[in-house]
């Protein structure tokens, strides 16, 4: 199966920038889904950004801040985020997923964490 790995994650100041990176490894097929999730202590998790079908989404509380991107070539999306915020403290994962004769599958890495101080 298609197996995710994070990396980027660390301890910044608010203000400054992170650039996470999740990449595949695996059995490749059509990939129609890359995007970002992250969930903070005893909360749910949510939506950070998404690029599917060809088009990009973000949660409203990116607020401009985050950029997701993807390298085609490696299977490997990103996350820039910049002015990040105390609030964005989470553990953040990457999702993809493919289209496996018509059935989507679903893979998820197992999480880096952000941690943003005042």
């Known amino acids: 199966q298609l197996q995710l790995v994070e990396s980027g994650g660390g301890l910044v100041q608010a203000g400054g920038s992170l650039r996470l990176s999740c990449a595949a490894s695996?059995?490749?097929?059509?990939?129609?889904?890359m995007g970002w999730y992250r969930q903070a202590p005893g909360k749910a998790r949510e939506l950070v950004a998404q690029?599917?079908?060809?088009?990009?989404n973000y949660a409203d509380f990116v607020e401009g801040r985050f950029t997701i991107s993807r390298d085609t070539a490696k299977n490997t999306v990103y996350l820039q985020m910049n002015s990040l915020k105390p609030e964005d403290t989470a553990v953040y994962y990457c999702?993809?997923?493919?289209?496996?004769?018509?059935?989507?599958?679903?893979?998820w890495g197992l999480g880096t964490q952000v941690t943003v101080s005042s």
């Open positions: 695996g059995t490749m097929f059509r990939i129609i889904a």
């Open positions: 999702k993809q997923a493919d289209s496996f004769y018509g059935v989507t599958r679903d893979f």
């Open positions: 690029i599917s079908s060809g088009t990009t």
